[in-house]
């Protein structure tokens, strides 16, 4: 297992906390894999790291972690990682001259022969696709550049008449659309790199191809704790099911590749704004993925649309930002990381940034804990405070206040390491792992004097704290106090 970072109580950090409160995700692939390119990225601005697991082996994702929490332990600063599983491919087989033509209108049979394909058949060896389809029922091949339109069903024939036409050729993916297919969104491929990546200790897996909520279960139970589990949004059925899958899953992404791939792609961005704004009532944290900053895998600046595409995310409140080939495989892995930085910089310094992110209305449940939460976002706006302070174990009470969307830090105390990691993708938080407090007193010093160790606030500033009484109780939020850094404490700290 990759090493942890050092415990020393309150260690300096060499890293300066973001300005910025959405966070950057970025993918780790061929072209930025190395522990300088690793460092390069977060300087430029990634908070996260994304483990592809569809690619590569498992030495090379090995080595690309333990980078990680070498960078982790030299900065001082907990770092997250996220494994992303494959989930199941569906492809079409072989063809004799490996492709074939098709045109529009045509005839066309998928079938359960394995002789190679040709202009009239290809093979198709998934069981399940043919218990699931009925007549009416569209197939897409090769990212949606082909479209089948399902005439005729039986145990061993779809056929089915061509829509749009093309070149099929050799092992292309398949997508079915409309309907549920009865297949477990774990495969055994899966099932191995979640045990691997347990063992490497991530912080988040990622689970593709969910199509209900028993899909999340199912990954829940196999993670038992030792990670935290985001759900892909990227099939239609999991729209239909959003609220069930959002209640079980830690985190959502909203997966626009495949979604625009089995959906019209004018759906795909009122969809975005419905899977982000749900996450954000429930409290889940929700990130924005694929295509962000598509151009500049070979290209050193975006195109003015993709700029307007991540800003958009922004002003929505997404948690997250990612990038995808272009940080894994494209030629400008660090510029591409450096403009997303600046490009959310400079929507969250827009004035009508606060209102904009307010467009979708959070309310608390009823708890003391989200009461708490709620106060702390209004005391900042009434009395104009630098940041809020939050004690935590389990980070629940750091997730309630970044619900809220405060337009200050979220500074996240907490004794646990595997708590510090998993708040990366967290809107506005910077997490320090720290040891508890015990009383009231001790609270409030340690509370001002990591603001000021981190850079997050000044003498003569105010803070907000939040903390459960008794300490050391998960769950328990119930204070929230209003503490001012003055002269004095501020060169005692200097001088300590």
Not at 123 to 135: G, K, S, T
Not at 430 to 451: I, L, N, P, Q, W
Request: some cysteine.
């Amino acid at each position: 297992m990759a090493r942890a970072m050092p415990t020393k109580e309150d260690s300096p950090s060499r890293y300066t906390p973001r300005s910025r409160k959405v966070r950057i995700l970025a993918t780790l692939g061929p072209a930025s894999d190395t522990p300088e390119m690793i460092r390069r990225l977060a300087e430029a601005g990634a908070d996260a790291f994304r483990i592809n697991m569809s690619h590569g082996n498992h030495a090379d994702h090995e080595r690309r972690i333990a980078s990680i929490r070498a960078l982790e332990s030299e900065l001082q600063r907990p770092t997250t990682i996220l494994a992303d599983l494959q989930g199941p491919k569906l492809r079409v087989g072989k063809f004799a001259g490996d492709k074939a033509e098709l045109k529009a209108g045509q005839a066309f049979t998928f079938d359960r022969d394995e002789a190679s394909g040709d202009a009239k058949r290809a093979n198709l060896p998934h069981r399940e696709i043919f218990d699931a389809v009925h007549p009416g029922t569209r197939l897409l091949v090769d990212d949606g550049k082909l479209v089948f339109r399902v005439t005729r069903v039986s145990e061993e024939r779809i056929e089915t008449k061509v829509e749009v036409g093309g070149t099929i050729s050799n092992n292309k993916g398949l997508n079915v659309p409309d309907v549920v297919l009865p297949l477990a969104a774990l495969t055994e491929k899966d099932r191995a790199d979640l045990a691997f990546a347990l063992d490497q200790g991530v912080d988040w897996v990622a689970l593709s191809f969910v199509q209900r909520p028993e899909d999340v279960a199912e990954a829940r139970r196999l993670i038992g704790g030792k990670a935290n589990l985001l759900a892909k949004i990227e099939k239609p059925a999991a729209i239909e099911r959003l609220e069930g899958i959002l209640e079980l899953a830690d985190a959502v992404m909203v997966a626009r590749g495949d979604l625009g791939v089995e959906l019209p792609p004018e759906e795909v961005p009122p969809l975005q704004k419905r899977i982000v704004e749900g996450a954000r009532r429930m409290g889940r944290p929700v990130v924005v993925a694929t295509q962000m900053l598509e151009s500049m895998i070979n290209s050193p600046s975006p195109t003015r649309a993709e700029v307007s595409d991540v800003a958009t995310a922004v002003y929505d409140g997404a948690d997250a930002i990612m990038l995808s080939a272009e940080s894994a495989s494209g030629q400008y892995p660090c510029e591409a990381v450096e403009m997303m930085n600046r490009i959310a910089t400079s929507a969250e310094a827009d004035p009508t940034h606060y209102a904009r992110v307010h467009f979708t209305e959070t309310l608390p449940d009823a708890t003391t804990n989200d009461a708490i939460a709620r106060a702390a976002s209004g005391i900042v706006r009434t009395v104009g405070a630098a940041a809020i302070v939050c004690f935590t174990s389990s980070g629940s009470t750091a997730r309630r206040v970044a619900r809220e969307r405060p337009t200050v830090p979220l500074l996240v105390l907490t004794p646990s390491l595997k708590t510090s990691r998993r708040l990366g993708i967290l809107w506005g938080a910077h997490a320090v792992r720290t040891r508890d407090v015990h009383s009231f007193e001790e609270m409030v010093g340690k509370s001002k004097r990591m603001a000021l160790r981190h850079g997050l606030a000044k003498g003569g500033d105010r803070i907000i704290v939040t903390a459960g009484v008794p300490f050391g109780v998960p769950g328990s939020t119930n204070v929230v106090h209003v503490a001012r850094l003055i002269g004095d404490e501020l060169e005692r700290h200097s001088e300590g």
